[in-house]
């Protein structure tokens, strides 16, 4: 079974557009993450969620909307996407914010 | 600012050879993290050692912790091919909830 699953695995758009990435985990942890890595392998938290409530939220513009409907679940919608939206997404989950994290296989969207 | 900076950025090694990263960071943590990314696939995690440990082992992998310096080392010994990836170390910011990677090392081992 997989710990950590995202859909979808690619993901190839025009600009302007908006788009779903959803991720679930089967681990019953407490705490899910969005990450963001670029074309240079630079991760960046985007989001973290504990038990359905956000926590962090670094500066991502709000174009970017996370959801968590139940802890096991947490989907990011991105609104009106821009050449510059281009990349992996990695979801990951942990039992707490400070233990080890289990990364999904990641989404690479395109805008074109 | 990033918290967590690595070197070398690229290590290249031959197979049986040990590999030696280093990781720099810059505020008090609780723990700090090494992954590792295979080309195209997600992170896994390889070891975690807190804050009040000094060195820590977990099969061919030794990890040592500075926290006087804020650095971290990770060491490969008897490297493998397929030990080939990028490896990240990881810390922790804002009393958890907030994991900052650092840029990353990209290992090759050559068979």
């Known amino acids: 079974d997989t710990a950590v699953s995202q859909t979808p695995k690619y993901l190839v758009t025009q600009m302007g557009n908006d788009k779903s990435i959803k991720c679930e985990q089967n681990?019953?942890?407490?705490?899910m993450y969005w990450y963001k890595q670029d074309s240079k392998k630079f991760l960046k938290i985007m989001f973290s969620?504990?038990?359905?409530?956000?926590?962090i939220n670094e500066t991502v513009p709000n174009r970017f909307s996370p959801k968590s409907p139940d802890k096991a679940h947490l989907n990011l919608h991105i609104n009106s996407l821009e050449l510059g939206d281009s990349a992996v997404y990695f979801c990951?989950?942990?039992?707490?914010?400070?233990?080890?994290?289990?990364f999904g296989p990641g989404t690479r969207l395109t805008v074109t | 600012s990033q918290q967590g900076e690595e070197d070398p950025q690229a290590l290249s090694i031959q197979e049986g050879e040990n590999a030696t990263m280093n990781c720099s960071y810059k505020?008090?943590?609780?723990?700090l993290q090494w992954y590792r990314q295979n080309s195209g696939r997600g992170l896994v995690h390889l070891i975690l050692?807190?804050?009040?440990?000094r060195e820590k082992h977990s099969g061919r992998l030794r990890v040592t912790l500075d926290t006087s310096k804020k650095s971290s080392s990770l060491l490969i010994t008897a490297s493998r091919a397929a030990d080939t990836a990028s490896y990240f170390c990881?810390?922790?910011?804002?009393?958890?909830?907030?994991?900052?990677f650092g840029a990353g090392t990209r290992l090759f081992v050559k068979a």
């Open positions: 990881a810390t922790d910011a804002n009393g958890g909830f907030k994991t900052i």
């Open positions: 969620y504990n038990n359905k409530e956000l926590i």
């Open positions: 505020t008090s943590i609780n723990n």
């Open positions: 050692i807190r804050s009040n440990e």
């Open positions: 990951a989950s942990s039992q707490t914010g400070l233990g080890e994290q289990y």
């Open positions: 681990l019953g942890h407490d705490t």
